[in-house]
């Protein structure tokens, strides 16, 4: 049987532009696309993103990956999802999967592969990376990341914010992803830890509705969705400027 590949291509953090030219040409020649949303009814953002550069007859295949925290629930449809992959692919057709950011950076990409192989065993895949969103913040704001010998630590704000906490006490410099309705109990991290005056925000870095916010006090009592799709960096410690 002649499986098609599958390219999964992360596609930056909003600006168009800012996808790489390996990624671009693989969109214009791709029959098959596979877009990831957050609901039937929604938009996809990553698509919102690459849809200058899809060719023209090419086919557009929408998975729905719910926000939700149920293993089971995601678990299936990951399954669901690897499945329809796996269909286009045993015709022998190759096929896209776009992402945001970097393909294997807290991608959707990462659990997709995992279900797809489990589901095509045999399925043979490439890999093209991506602009990460906090490397963009940090173009935006002339942010340093990682300067010297100094480390960096990369933290989704998970629901436990013990980990932001311990983070914020160590050196070099902090990136918080996946901020969403956490805004608020982390602005009161950065205040305890006395670190508020040498972080940024931005949330949609690169994208029509961009916000760049260098006075996070500033961000009080601000709607509980402005974490979503937002980056904060910050300085800490030895690394504090």
Known sequence: MNIGTLYGIGVGPGDPELITVKGAKLLESCGHL??????????????????SYVGGKTQIHELVFPMVTDKAELAEKWAESARSIA??????????FITL????LYSTYIYL???LKEVLPEVKTVTIPGITAFSAVA????????????PVTIIPAADDLKAVENA????????LMKI?????PILDLL???GAIENAVFVSNVGMDDERLVTDLKGLRNENPETGYLSIILIHVGKGAR
């Open 139 to 150: 173009a935006l704001t002339n942010f340093p990341v990682g300067e010297g010998k100094e």
């Open 34 to 51: 596979f877009v990831p949303k957050a609901r039937v009814k929604a938009e996809s953002v990553a698509l919102e993103i690459v849809k």
């Open 113 to 115: 592969l995992r279900a």
């Open 101 to 104: 950011g970097d393909s294997l």
């Open 180 to 184: 969403g309705k956490r805004l608020q």
């Open 87 to 96: 269909e286009v692919l045993k015709a022998g057709n190759d096929a896209c």
């Open 168 to 175: 914020l006490m160590g050196d070099g410099t902090v990136v």
């Open 191 to 193: 205040e305890k830890a």
